[in-house]
């Protein structure tokens, strides 16, 4: 199983990035995706779900900047950002989960950087 995030990178205050994370070998149709995020000297928060049936939630922090969205044919979730804040800056870490009992696999996270 391979999780792996893209898209990060440095941008200005207002700016936008769109993260992409591409999950192979598994059933990528029937999995929750996550993102997470970790700032300096910060717990580990979670940002955004998707559940396989499209339902999506936000941490308040991120809710009518973020959108979470996935594409199955591709074995991708995107967190598209917008409007982004200094706060924003983090590792973004991916996180798929399937199973029952659930299993969890992790990215390696990609660095955003939100800075003028």
């Known amino acids: 199983v391979q999780v792996v995030e893209s898209g990060g990178g440095l941008v200005q205050p207002g700016g936008s990035l769109r993260l992409s994370c591409e999950a192979s070998g598994i059933i990528f149709s029937i999995a929750t995706m996550k993102w997470y995020r970790q700032g300096a000297g910060n717990q580990r928060e979670l940002v955004a779900v998707i559940t396989s049936g499209g339902n999506t939630n936000y941490v308040d922090s991120v809710k009518g900047r973020f959108t979470i969205s996935r594409d199955n044919a591709k074995n991708t979730v995107y967190l598209q950002m917008n409007n982004l804040e200094f706060e924003d800056t983090a590792v973004y870490y991916c996180?798929?989960?399937?199973?029952?009992?659930?299993?969890?696999?992790w990215g390696q996270g990609t660095q955003v950087t939100v800075s003028s």
């Open positions: 996180n798929a989960i399937l199973g029952r009992p659930a299993l969890s696999f």
